[in-house]
């Protein structure tokens, strides 16, 4: 039996639907609700993927980059945290903390 395909795009009879070829994910149907994802933006730079993400619904906590130059850029574009901080040494506690303070309702708890 031949896979459902993607019915959107230039290659859809390239993209198999992924619901059909792993079972962990699970197909969405029209009444799911929706889901809130939350994200970090490492290397942020001045903060050009934080705006797509936020653009495309995903709520963007903070921004973590070693050049401050990139703070203003960051800032005035994205509604986030913008962290001047060496990525390499972020723990894993203090990115929880960001979500810990996250104004907005980024969490499903």
């Known amino acids: ?4 395909l993607i019915r959107n795009g230039p290659y859809q009879e390239m ?6 070829i792993s079972p962990r994910i699970p197909a969405m149907s029209p009444d799911s609700p929706p889901t809130t994802i939350a994200a970090v933006d490492l290397f942020c730079g001045a903060g050009g993927l934080s705006y797509g993400l ?3 619904g995903i709520d ?3 921004g973590i980059d ?5 703070e203003y ?6 509604d986030a945290r913008f962290l001047c901080r060496d ?5 894993g506690a203090e990115l929880s903390a960001l979500w ?8 499903n708890r």
């Open 100 to 107: 810990a303070f996250c104004d907005r309702p980024c969490i």
């Open 66 to 70: 070693l050049d401050p130059a990139c």
């Open 60 to 62: 963007v906590v903070a």
């Open 73 to 78: 850029a960051f800032s005035s574009n994205n």
């Open 54 to 56: 936020g653009s495309a």
């Open 15 to 20: 993209v198999p639907n992924l619901c059909t």
């Open 87 to 91: 990525v390499a040494t972020v723990t």
């Open 1 to 4: 039996m031949q896979q459902p």
